[in-house]
């Protein structure tokens, strides 16, 4: 049994917890959080409580920790897990800022420990049959990408104040997992420009927004996202993969290449009929679905190879610093109303804050 400890039991936390209760090869060995619920929870499922993770570190020794802490502590927890040899697991963002996400990179590289970052949407069936079809060839050189996240969070979620200020909006909170699931099927981004619009809620937060994105090996994109807009065009509906929203399977990533478009999560992929194919003549459409299995049990069986150094982190701590800094980009172009890329946004490390 691999001995997991959870640093942080809050809304994901808690997600952890249970996915790890109901694993055969995994179990808890600490749960670390000083509120009230954190210990509850600990009481719950009979596991030793701590209120510092330092403690929890030292005095439980566990195979591998989930730090699903606050964003501004991943950067200490992940240090602190690092320094003890002890593979992490670190909820996204890598951390609050570039700067802090670049450190701890530094050290999980320089001392040979692996941090997986929580970015689960490469761990779901849709994303990866998506990326085994472009790696197969099966879409030929890519061309273009269009994706939605276009859905409505009720009033009640903006009762926190930090969700109506700059870095509690949607480009921080969510777009992030688009950002990296494009990296991850198209390639390293270049550069990004963006409109934002606060015009529905009128908070200091954006509500909308529309970004162009430049990828390194050519491919142009384009996404739109809103949190004040109903519609069920968002991974979170479609793949049916998320935790808090129901399943309404169909299509919210569009990607085209030289020989054939695949629509994500509903994974058609359409193609022309003959070799000599002629833009009048019908598509054929085609199913590429997903293996059935589940995002975040799958998250946690590739964290336990991690742990058992099987495997390296399919998100290592310095790719989650790249989909933090081309996310903050998109946040900064908007803001300036200009191009901003990557390399400028690795380059001014700890000049932006997330929420
Ligand atoms: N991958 C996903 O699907 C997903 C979903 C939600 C949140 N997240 C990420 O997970 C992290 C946590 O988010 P959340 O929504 O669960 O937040 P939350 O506020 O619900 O939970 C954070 C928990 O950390 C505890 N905590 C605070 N300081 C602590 C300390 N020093 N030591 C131990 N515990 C401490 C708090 O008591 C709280 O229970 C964030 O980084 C967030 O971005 C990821």
Not at 15 to 43: F, M, N, R, V, Y
Not at 78 to 101: F, N, W, Y
Not at 274 to 302: A, C, F, I, K, M
Request: net charge negative; with cysteine; charged share 20%.
């Amino acid at each position: 049994m691999i001995r997991i400890a959870l640093l942080g039991a809050g809304l994901i936390g808690r997600e952890h917890a249970e996915l790890i209760q109901t694993h055969p090869g995994a179990e808890l060995a600490a749960i670390c959080d000083p509120s009230p619920e954190g210990k509850a929870l600990a009481e719950r499922l009979s596991v030793p409580h701590f209120s510092a993770y330092v403690e929890a570190l030292e005095k439980t020794r566990p195979d591998g920790a989930i730090i699903a802490l606050p964003n501004r502590l991943h950067e200490a927890a992940a240090l602190a897990c690092i320094d003890r040899g002890i593979a992490s697991l670190v909820e996204k963002p890598v951390a609050d800022t570039v700067a802090a996400g670049a450190r701890i990179a530094e050290a999980s590289e320089d001392r040979g420990v692996p941090v997986l970052v929580g970015h689960h949407r490469r761990h779901s069936p849709d994303i990866r049959a998506a990326k085994k079809s472009i790696a197969a060839g099966e879409l030929g050189g890519l061309v273009a990408v269009n994706g939605m996240t276009l859905f409505d969070k009720p009033e009640p979620y903006f009762q926190a104040e930090w969700r109506r200020q700059p870095g509690g909006g949607p480009l921080l909170i969510n777009l992030i997992h688009d950002i990296d699931a494009l990296r991850h099927l198209v390639g390293e981004i270049e550069s990004v420009r963006a409109f934002t619009s606060s015009a529905v809620r009128g908070f200091a937060v954006e509500d909308t927004a529309s970004i162009a994105i430049r990828f390194r090996n050519g491919v142009l994109g384009s996404f739109v996202i809103s949190d004040a807009a109903v519609s069920p065009w968002a991974w979170e509906y479609c793949s049916g993969q998320a935790l808090y929203h129901p399943s309404q399977p169909g299509p919210c990533l569009f990607i085209a290449g030289r020989k054939a478009a695949l629509s994500v999560s509903d994974m058609y992929l359409w193609r022309h009929a003959e070799q000599d194919h002629h833009w009048q003549h019908p598509l054929l459409r085609e199913h590429r679905p997903g293996d059935g299995s589940r995002t975040y049990v799958n998250q946690l069986d590739h964290f336990l190879a991690v742990i058992r150094r099987e495997a390296a982190p399919l998100i290592s701590a310095r790719d989650g610093l790249a989909t933090l800094a081309a996310t903050l980009a998109v946040e900064m172009a908007a803001r300036e109303d200009r191009t901003v890329t990557l390399d400028e946004m690795l380059a001014t490390a700890g000049q932006r804050a997330v929420a």
